[in-house]
Structures are given as structure tokens and as C-alpha cells.
């Protein structure tokens, strides 16, 4: 199969041959890999039990779903990447802020991925083989998850579609395995280990896993989807069609792992660290299948979150092709697998990680999809290019590039968000007004749309009426 040509320049309609079905399994096979499974761990190592975190994780997927899928429909229009398309709104230069969230959203996951697949890869290894856990074998092992995933992002769509097909069925039949594993030793009790609530007391700490566990799934993908629904053609088919295969792929994509995740800590007593306990509890027979999870999981998700970084830093420097962009990105991805491997504790990473991020990209992904509202879907493809021709000019300029309302009312967001965000190593100043509850994603959301439709009301009309008469003038009427 050969490699990829496309960056984020505009899909030619004959190209456009992926479908909905495509769309399921790219998101259900990507995501069943033991990065997406460790989230599933965070609200029992919070101290809540079993019922508590299955409801927190339920809550915030679906809530999360609710606000990410839309995004899909953009590039459905646009025939390019999400970054480049909210150009729409932000302007050909401005849409950078989208490209430097989404390059942050997959380099953290492709990290966080590598690092726990290659983890549980050496533990598994240690117990078949007497395999020492030392530096060398973790060295070693996440060079060639990263070699491997290296491979299939600069390869590109095609191949990871095919790689997602396949892991969409062995993945659930090793998941299927791993429940009667490690059914024997399940409980749906709270962990004692934890020591009880992270933070104090039941709904802040229940508040906190939805957020960190439920929630963070769908908002990584919020400059995601755009790189799968490019691929595929408004003229075969419809919106609603496409929103409703993102809606069941991020659903099951997100809940089958993340559930099999939270069994699997309970049954494993993985109340401070999953990945060891996950292989500790595992019996002898589940081994070769959890190695081939770990493995193979890992190169699956870890691949799709590399090429998407390859786009979004195609989209910041022009001149870089994909390929050169994906590799460029794949060393600093492996960099912060080791960083994160020998100096943070993997719950305080992933949880401060993950609310960092969301408070961030919650408000870009607010303000495109208003924007995406007012346009009624009607775009202009060929301006949405221009800063990738490194040419001016078109109905997406606004001033210099930028529209300077959409990227204030995003810092304003994002700042808001900042300061209402609870980590383990940092409390948001506006937390006393919210009684010590993380709600950054919601202030972060309101704050950023909120000032994006107060600054920008007459000139959001303007790209509508153009972008209906680009339409007209298209079509011939």
C-alpha cells in the first residue's frame, strides 16, 4: 500500500471513498488498546467504588460525546483537517491555535499510550520469560512500539483504517477473555488502599473521575475527527448519518475499554498502580493474550494520535511534508514516554494532563462549533488554504490571518479555565466559588463561546451571506 501523499490540503471528492462504517471502526479498533483501558482505572484509584465509577465514567462519555461529535460534520464540509477548517472562525493564520491544541491532545496520548503498553509489555515479559525490569528492557521495548507506530502513521489513513478493522474484532475478543481472567477476584467495594476520597468526600471525587475519566475520552478527539470524515463524501452521505456512527464509535469506543479498564483494577486491587497489579492478578493462561493487547492495542491508538500530530504540524509549517512532520513529532512523542516513565507518578500525570487539556481545548471546540452554526455548514475550501499556499487574501483573512475576536474569546476561555482546574499539584483560584469542584470545562466552554458571540455577531453574518454565495455560484444558480 503506498504512502500517504495527503497533508491537510482539501480531499478531492474521488478521493473521499471512506464511509460511516469506516468512521465505527477507525473509533471503536484505535481505541481499544490499554491507553484508552488505564483511564478506566482513575476513578478506583480515587477511592470510589464500583457503581460510583461506572456512573462517573457512563456521565462524562456521554456528555463529552454530546459536545465532540458535531466536530465530525466540519470537515465532512471542509474536506480537510479540523485545525485547518477552523480557519473559519479563526482565520487562515489564527487557526494555529487549533493545530497547537491538537498537537498537544495526541502528543500526550500517544505518549501516555506507549508508555503504558510498553510497562505492561515488560511485566508480562518478566513473568514468561524472566525478562529483568530494568532500563535497557523498558528502552528497548518502547522502541519498538514507537518503531511500529511510526510505521503505520507515515503510511498514513489507508493503512491505519485496515489496522483499525482488524483490532475493532481481536481487541474485543482479548477484552472478552480478560473479563473471565480476572472475574474470580472481582469486588465491587471501594479500594482501601486509596485511602479514601482523592478529594475529601464523595461528589467532588465523583465529579473529578467524570471529568478525568468520562469526559477527557471524547475532548481528545476534538481535533481528531476531522481527519477521519475528510475521507468521507456529503454527496453520499448525510450529516446525520455521520454524526450517528461518530456518536456510536465514540460510545462504545470509549466505554468498552474504559469499563474493562475499571473491572480489571477492581479484580487486580489496582488502587495506586494498574499496570503492574493488571499483570500480578492476571493467571498464567491470559499472559500471550495480554501481551498481544498491550502490543498490538498500543501501536493501533498510538499510530492514529502520531499521524494526527503529523497533520496538525504540516498545518503549522507548510513546507514540511507529512512523512518528515509525522517523524519529526514521533521523537518528541518517544522523549516524553521516557520522561514520563522515570519521573511522574502515572495518576497525577494522567489526571493533571487531561484537565489541563480539556480546559484548554473546550473552548476552541465551543467556538467552531458556533461558528460552524451560523455558516449554516457552508464553507469555502479554497479559503481555507490560503495560509497552506503561503499566499493572502479570501473571505477567512479577517486581519492578517487572524480574527482577532474568535482568538481572544479562546484565551479568555482557556484562562478561565485555568483557574477553575483542580490538580493534585495545583488549585485554580475560583475553585472556593465552586465548593472545591473541578468545573473548568464548563467555565472554560461558557467564557470562550459567551465572549466569542458578544464580539462577533455582525461579522459571523458576513461569512454566512459569502459562503451561501459561494455555494450558489458552485452550483450554477
Known sequence: MPIEQRGVDTIPDEERTSGPGDLVSILLGSNLCLGVIIFGWLPPSFGLDWWSSVSAIVAGTVIGTALTAPLALVSLRTATNLSTSSGAQFGVRGRLVGSVVGLLLALGYTALTVWIGGDVMVSVL???????????????????????????????????????????????ALLALGVLAYAPHFTTAALPETGGYLL??????????????????????????????????????????????????????????????????????????????????????YLVPLLLAASAGSVGNAGLMLYSMGLDLDAILPKASRARATLTVAVVATVCVFVGHYAWNAQSAMTSFVL????????????????????????DPDALQVFNRRSRGGIYWYRAG???????????????????????????????????VDCSFVLSGLVGGLVYVALSPKRASHRVEAGQELARAESGL
Open 126 to 172: 518478566g513473568r514468561l520469560f524472566g525478562l529483568p525490569a530494568n532500563g535497557l528492557s523498558y528502552a528497548v521495548v518502547y522502541a519498538v512500539l514507537a518503531a511500529a507506530t511510526v510505521a503505520g502513521a507515515v503510511y498514513g489513513y489507508r493503512v491505519l483504517l485496515a489496522m483499525s478493522r482488524v483490532l475493532a474484532v481481536g481487541m474485543t
Open 200 to 285: 475529601g468526600s464523595f461528589w467532588p471525587t465523583w465529579l473529578l473521575a467524570a471529568v478525568a475519566a468520562g469526559l477527557s475520552g471524547p475532548i481528545a478527539f476534538i481535533t481528531l475527527l476531522g481527519d477521519y470524515t475528510r475521507y468521507i463524501s456529503p454527496s453520499r452521505h448525510s450529516s446525520r448519518t455521520v454524526l450517528h456512527a461518530t456518536w456510536l464509535g465514540l460510545i462504545a469506543g470509549l466505554l468498552v475499554p474504559q469499563l474493562f479498564g475499571t473491572f480489571t483494577a477492581y479484580a487486580a486491587r489496582a488502587a495506586l498502580d494498574y499496570a503492574g497489579p493488571l499483570v500480578s492478578a492476571s493467571p498464567t493462561w
Open 356 to 379: 489541563l487539556l480539556t480546559a484548554i481545548g473546550t473552548p476552541w471546540a465551543v467556538i467552531t462549533l458556533i461558528g460552524f452554526a451560523r455558516c449554516r455548514g457552508i464553507y
Open 402 to 436: 487572524w480574527n482577532v475576536q474568535a482568538t481572544v474569546a479562546w484565551a479568555l476561555g482557556a484562562f478561565a479555565g485555568l483557574l477553575a482546574v483542580s490538580l493534585p499539584s495545583y488549585q485554580g483560584p475560583l475553585l472556593s466559588l465552586t465548593g472545591g
